[in-house]
């Protein structure tokens, strides 16, 4: 693939400029014969755009963050070949890979240049290595003659030059997360659900699978889990789904295994709520989400009826990811799609969740938010002196279900946030006590401290679609409603709006910007006369200057009026001032300090099986689930709890101290009968996983050593709070910082 000469307005059907002056963008749009078109940015300026045209494709190549665009030509005898698939590499965004069935072609100059490669099949999945972008994995439809599909996973160690078959019978498959980051993972670890044939491979409901790791691309194999059906990860975790008989019965678990133990002994997540100790819920490959993993717990979703339920159960482990408390019983979910769950991004902790008034279809939904990883939620109220006039009143947004209208005729804009643009969040929604899908009602509205307070943006007075570039410091959004030829923008983060006009209208679909939101040009896309168009705007030269020291203001997130501590410590942040004339650097660091706070109540959530009963005390009501000091012999421990733990990422110091006190199992010999049974039956347990085919031989002694030593030390969370404490608590450090951000 070759990049023909730039031909900028050539391809402009009603090209149009609009010279800076003032605060107004540079405008300039393309049409397009089709009626959609797709784009991947591959780095902060080239971006690649694709325009199907019936069975061929037309492809766009700018360097200019969309502003001008060359065409890009397909090399070799490509008339039976069909070039769809697009990925850039995650660690090296400049390097790509556009595959077609018959065809590859590899990049390392982001596109500038394309060597052509032998490559046959569908391509279902691309999975670049963590860190070497020569080395992927594929995923790829297959058939067999009668009809039949399954997938299978090749692999290529040279960049696309070379594709060889690493499992020809395959339900899923993964770099391992910290393949070439841990120095105690093999830099070439990759996880594998394998069938044993082709026959069980055309089964979806087949249980014949075995999850195997391995180094050498398949060379060699380490078995992990029998009956395993899905892959999921974080960074921190694995997860898996195993079907298996238990009792005479096919059932289902979900296993969990930190991406830190090299050895992966997955184990079953379990309720800690629950008097039985269960879920409640079973799960299956379709109805489990991870949400997020970013705190060192774990925010998990499942649904009862994975193919029409329309909410979720909400659960949240605090630590380690394998004991859950149910957080909520009706997260708002449509059918299979995400749950309306929003990370605020940048800033740890802080969650924005729609759940509902019942299971039933018609369903009221509210909005709520947890400013501490979920130690509490609390409704969006407003205030009278807010422009939004209304004290009291809740406010209540649209998230990536409810984005969708029931009646699926409007998409209105769901709740967004990005890393870059501290505090800054924007939305639509309604003020009442109900989340509103009715046109007429669904305004936007904008946020710059995290979800504390709120401002409707009066001006556009409907439904918007809306993007966030230099660090925050502009703001584009367009009604996504109805066609318009009208962009609104703010240099100063919605204190004042400004706008600019489109040549025609069109109907808005989105408005996008490269992948860290740091830069200054948009590009919105939409169709205007059954047409695609692609609309650059410009604001490279709205501002005079860059930022200096004096044009920024130091901030931080609070929950409540008087308590700017935030997850046990005060993390001071660098943003620009709102009225500050400047463009910031897009390499900007936004964290000035971090000192820890004193512990309060606020700081603690209940331990494993205990629960807030009506005076907001934690009580224990599953004393059989705890291992006591009569339960465990000399050179174990066991743990004496109050009934609190600490929240999840939270790095307070001193104050109330709720914590876990880990103590050494007693010299009582009496009190070690009842263990002695557990350890016996313990073993017999083992026996029966190994016969069952659960664990590979060489796991038996991993599973042994696993149920002997469930209470020999404090688990991982201890270790990762007390790592998580030391590294936030450095008074010198943050003193030091104090004296050079301005």
């Known amino acids: 693939m070759q990049a023909r000469a730039p031909i900028g307005l050539l391809f402009v059907c009603l090209g149009l400029f609009q010279l800076a002056s003032g605060n107004a963008p540079r405008v300039m749009e393309k049409m ?96 670049f290595h963590p860190s070497n972008c020569a080395s992927v994995l594929v995923l790829l439809h297959r058939s067999t003659p009668s009809g039949h599909v399954y997938k299978s996973l090749m692999f290529t160690a040279d960049f696309g030059k070379n594709w060889s078959v690493m499992d020809p019978y395959v339900r899923d498959a993964m770099w391992h997360p910290q393949a070439g980051k841990a120095a105690d993972v093999s ?82 997540a379990v309720g800690s709520n629950t008097p039985t100790g269960e879920l409640g819920i079973a799960v299956t490959p379709a109805n489990y989400r991870i949400l997020d993993t970013g705190t060192g717990g774990v925010w998990l979703s499942l649904q009862e009826d994975e193919y029409g339920s329309r909410t979720s159960h909400l659960y949240h482990s ?50 709520m938010i947890t400013f501490n990883n979920g130690g509490d939620w609390r409704f969006i109220f407003t205030r009278a002196d807010s422009n939004i006039g209304c004290d009291g009143c809740r406010l209540h947004l649209h998230g990536r279900t409810s984005s969708v209208s029931r009646d699926r005729l409007f998409r209105y804009g769901p709740l967004y ?15 009442g006590e109900s989340l509103s899908d009715e046109k007429d009602e669904v305004k936007t509205f904008l946020s710059r401290d995290a979800g504390r307070s709120w401002e409707e943006l009066k001006h556009i007075n409907s439904s918007s679609i809306y993007e966030i570039g230099d660090h925050g410091g502009i703001l584009v959004l367009a009604d996504n409603d ?17 706008q600019v006009h489109l040549p025609y209208e069109v109907s808005v679909e989105n408005i996008r910007i490269e992948p860290s939101t740091t830069a200054t040009t948009f590009l919105l896309h939409g169709t205007t006369r059954h047409k695609a168009v692609v609309v650059a705007l410009d604001f490279r030269e709205v501002q005079p200057r860059q930022c200096e020291n004096m044009d920024y203001e130091r901030w931080f997130p609070v929950a409540d009026d008087n308590d700017p501590c935030f997850l046990g410590r005060v993390t001071e942040y660098k943003r620009r001032k709102r009225d ?51 339960q465990c012999m000399p050179g174990q421990y066991f743990y004496d709890s109050d009934g609190y733990v600490k929240i999840a990422g939270d790095t307070c110091v001193g104050g109330l101290t709720h914590e876990r006190v880990w103590k050494m199992c007693p010299h009582n010999k009496s009190a070690h009968i009842p263990l002695i049974v557990a350890l016996v039956l313990g073993g017999l347990l083992v026996f029966a996983l190994v016969g ?10 991993d599973a042994v050593s696993m149920l002997l030593s469930r209470n020999a030390r404090p688990p991982a969370w201890r270790e990762y709070q007390e790592v998580s404490t030391s590294l936030v608590d450095e008074d010198a450090a943050a003193d030091e910082a104090d004296n050079n951000m301005l």
């Open 32 to 127: 397009f014969d089709s009626t959609t078109v797709n784009f991947w940015w591959l780095t902060s300026n080239v971006v690649i755009l694709m325009e199907p045209m019936g069975g061929t494709l037309r492809w766009y190549r700018s360097s200019t963050q969309g502003v001008t665009w060359e065409e890009l030509q397909l090399t070799g005898d490509v008339s039976d070949d069909f070039a769809g698939w697009v990925f850039p590499c995650p660690s090296s965004p400049s390097k790509v890979l556009f595959f077609g069935t018959k065809s590859v072609w590899a990049s390392d100059s982001a596109a500038q240049n394309l060597q052509r490669y032998p490559f046959e099949g569908r391509v279902r999945q691309v999975m």
């Open 580 to 630: 500050a004339p400047c463009f910031n650097s897009e390499d900007l660091e936004h964290v000035v300090s971090v000192k820890n706070c004193e512990c309060t109540s606020d700081d603690y959530e209940c331990d494993d099986w205990y629960a807030r009963g009506n005076d907001e005390q934690c009580t224990l009501y599953a004393p059989d689930k705890r291992v006591t000091a009569e």
């Open 187 to 268: 830099p070439s670890s990759i996880l594998v659900i394998s069938y044993p044939s082709e026959e069980y491979a055309n089964d979806e409901e087949s249980i014949t699978t075995t999850l195997y790791a391995t180094s050498d691309y398949g060379r060699s194999k380490s078995e992990l889990v029998k009956g395993a059906l899905t892959l999921r990860a974080t960074e921190e975790f694995i997860f898996t789904v195993q079907m298996e008989v238990r009792k005479g019965q096919l059932q289902s678990a979900l296993l969990v295994a930190p991406t830190s133990d090299s050895d992966l002994a997955f184990v079953e």
């Open 692 to 701: 069952a085919g659960i664990y590979h031989r060489e796991k038996v002694t």
């Open 482 to 498: 109805d066609p318009t030829d009208t962009v609104h923008y703010s240099l100063d983060e919605g204190l004042t709006w400004q």
């Open 417 to 431: 946030s990005t890393e870059n643009a501290i505090g800054v969040i924007m939305a639509t929604g309604n003020v």
């Open 318 to 367: 605090f630590t380690g990811g394998l004991h859950y408390t149910r957080e909520a019983w009706d997260l708002n979910h449509l059918e299979y799609w995400y749950p309306d769950f929003h990370v605020v991004k940048g800033l740890e902790g802080i969650y924005i969740a729609n759940f509902a008034s019942s299971a039933d279809k018609d369903h009221d939904v509210f909005t």
